[in-house]
């Protein structure tokens, strides 16, 4: 609910600040006062272009602030501002300011928090609605029309949106597992291809360092051949040292006993003899270990290539060439779980899709007994609003199957004919701007709305009627107010003292001069200022006592 609305420097506008209450508001004035003004202001609160004609004349900068009551504002005002980070404490008001400069430059803030005019834009129709003489949105738009007739016929719209979103996601994920599926198909014949390449080769890990520490013995026994074979003639056969070693021991032996350091010179000989043998052992050893064998180093080799060149072409290590296998029987096996798996995802989005079509049929017959319950009703509110000629219209159509969505399966949309035997057409098309207006006004009253925006505005809507008409205006906007419909609030721009009568406040909008410097203020009216401001409408420019005597005969007929 709008609660204060301050503007500064807009138009003829210097300084105004108004507060609003609950139920129904009118302004009035004469013409030309500027109640325009008042709206554009309202507009550029609520992310309208920024236009710097709007600035009061020898002025840099304006402002409007508008403020609201948070806590009685649609739910769907709490889910935009927290999806722009923005959070309200339970009891503060929305306050939603606008700065425009010379330059046609704006600011925007929400509760002093910076924001873009598309956050205000997104905001606006939860806030404020607005009816008048070229009304483009609100009831006039069929995109909400199809909104507006499921909360008249109290249906399960939620309840079609989540089957529809629930058969897009299982029909997306068969869409997904097929092509999936159709992929690693493709690919299988490849796939079991390179499994029986490598299993006929059979990797082990490890089995490269092995491979490559052998082939490197070999090529140094290669090397060192000749200097191994002079080695072991020099240690073999009966001239050898060692065998010359072995001789003079067993010599010396036999008269190491004549003498001490003959005993001695043994016992060195001994140990020569024992190092040598070592040596011997070592070279045989050493000789074995670097035996070259070009047929086992070329078997080697070979193997080494055909390792090395499996993982090259699958892009990993000669190491990691076994967990590569594994990782290919898992994907044939995968495949083979795949084409199992794939009749489960098919029956889950038929069902699915059965689910969203029963749900969307039952909310279709919904939607046509509720639109014969909505054209009577709204036959009924025609003719007290001299609309007696005219006829409304609920379509539901049939969409193609291509165009069902999470609305389901129908187009809605409220078409008129205004006179006998015309065809009907949609609201904008056809009506007046006087016509259109009541017809809105019938709408809202037949539907009952709920859930619309917090603020409802209605600008002119008795234009070019009166009497029995303008009543009948006055009491259907009463009746919305009272009703709590459209937020509770409903503000009306009017010429009618019919519809002046019946509002809860009544604010005058007065336009002044003092030289070259032209002022439009508005004040709100207390009792003997809304007699003698609908006095004023009943008889024009001179107020005579017949006038006050009608003003107070409609005053206290409400």
């Not at 092995?210 to 200097?227: F, I, N, P, T």
């Not at 003092?514 to 009216?525: A, I, N, P, Q, W």
Request: net charge negative; charged share 25%.
């Amino acid at each position: 609910m709008l609660t204060r609305l301050s503007i500064r420097n807009i138009v003829l506008i210097e300084a105004l600040d108004l507060d609003f209450g609950d139920g129904l508001g009118v302004l009035t004035g004469e013409t030309g006062a500027g109640k325009s003004i008042l709206l554009d202001a309202l507009g550029l609160v609520l992310g309208n272009r920024a236009d710097s004609g709007l600035l009061r004349a020898g002025e840099d900068q304006a402002s409007v602030t508008a403020s609201f009551e948070f806590d009685r504002l649609p739910p769907a005002v709490r889910a935009i501002l927290a999806e722009a980070d923005l959070d309200i404490e339970p009891g503060e008001p929305l306050i939603i300011k606008r700065r425009l400069k010379a330059d046609g430059a704006s600011k925007a803030f929400v509760n002093d928090q910076p924001v873009g005019a598309a956050l205000l834009r997104e905001l606006a129709p939860h806030l404020v609605e607005l009816h008048g003489q070229h009304d483009d949105r609100g009831l006039v738009n069929p995109r909400g029309h199809r909104l507006l007739l499921d909360r008249f016929a109290r249906a399960d719209a939620a309840g079609v949106d989540a089957a529809w979103q629930t058969w897009r996601a299982a029909d997306a994920e068969l869409v997904a597992a097929r092509e999936a599926l159709a992929q690693a198909s493709a690919d299988r014949d490849l796939l079991l291809a390179h499994l029986a390449e490598l299993t006929a080769l059979e990797p082990l890990q490890g089995e490269e360092e092995q491979l490559a520490g052998a082939r490197s013995a070999m090529q140094k026994g290669e090397r060192l051949s000749d200097d191994l074979a002079e080695l072991q003639r020099l240690w073999a056969g009966s001239d050898s040292a060692l065998a010359s070693l072995r001789s003079a021991a067993r010599r010396l032996d036999r008269i190491a006993g004549e003498h001490p350091l003959l005993g001695e010179a043994l016992a060195a000989l001994d140990r020569a003899v024992i190092e040598a043998s070592e040596a011997e052992d070592k070279l045989e050893r050493a000789g074995e270990a670097l035996a070259h064998d070009p047929a086992a180093l070329d078997r080697i080799e070979t193997r080494l290539f055909d390792l090395r060149a499996a993982a090259r072409k699958h892009g990993c290590t000669v190491d990691d060439l076994a967990h590569r296998m594994r990782e290919m029987r898992l994907t044939l096996d995968a495949i083979e779980g795949g084409e199992a798996g794939l009749g489960a995802l098919e029956v889950a989005a038929s069902a699915a899709a059965t689910d969203y079509r029963d749900r969307a049929e039952a909310l279709s017959a919904r939607r046509a007994e509720a639109a014969i319950r909505l054209d009577r009703a709204v036959a009924g509110e025609l003719a007290p609003l001299k609309l007696d000629a005219a006829q409304f219209q609920t379509s539901v159509a049939r969409l193609p199957e291509d165009r069902w969505g999470p609305g389901g399966v129908d187009a809605v949309e409220f078409l008129i004919s205004t006179n006998p035997g015309a065809p009907f057409a949609p609201l904008a098309k056809i009506a007046s701007g006087g016509e259109l207006s009541r017809f809105i006004l019938a709408l809202k009253v037949a539907l009952a709305e709920e859930g619309g925006a917090a603020t409802v505005i209605f600008d002119e809507i008795d234009r070019g009627v009166g009497g029995a008409v303008a009543s009948a205006i006055g009491d259907r906007l009463a009746r919305l107010a009272h009703g709590g419909q459209g937020g509770g609030q409903l503000l009306a721009v009017t010429h009618s003292p019919q519809v002046a009568a019946r509002g809860q406040q009544h604010y005058v909008i007065a336009k002044s001069s003092e030289g070259t410097v032209t002022r439009t203020s508005v004040h709100l009216l207390d009792a003997n200022g809304r007699q003698e401001e609908i006095a004023r409408m009943l008889s024009g420019a001179e107020i005579t006592a017949e006038a006050r005597a009608q003003a107070d005969r409609l005053l206290e007929g409400v």
